[in-house]
């Protein structure tokens, strides 16, 4: 079952199961939302995704007609699992600055870091520091 990870556009825009895409929707040449034909002038960009069936990354795109699309802001995206280190691989460091996390600077859930290393799936919950997280607040 293909299933997607968001993990760079805020949550608010629900993109359909890929099951339910066409070629077209998954390469970005059609809307997600509706399957319209996209131009440059008419798409939005909804960040990259994951799908957590494979290692396998995608773009998609929405036309403008949709208001919860081009609302929804870009926000950081999560590094891969590969590329943490152990303290933030476990929660005690935040994913983008490496800060421990402590009462003073603050833990937030900020999505899960995904990732394989051979037949080991890495996939963990992402943490942030609040300078972090407010820096990219969406």
Known sequence: MATHAHTSRSSETRIPSVDNLSQRQLRGADCVLCGIT?????????????RLDSSGRWFPRACKTHPEAVAAPPTRAI?????LVPAQRHGWACVWCGVTLTRETGAHHVGYARGQQGAHNLDCEAWSCTGCKEEWKP
Do not use: I, K, M
Request: proline share 6%; charged share 30%; glycine share 6%.
């Open 38 to 50: 996209l131009c440059a002038e008419t798409a939005v960009d909804l960040g990259e995704r994951v």
């Open 79 to 83: 590094p891969a699992a590969v590329d």
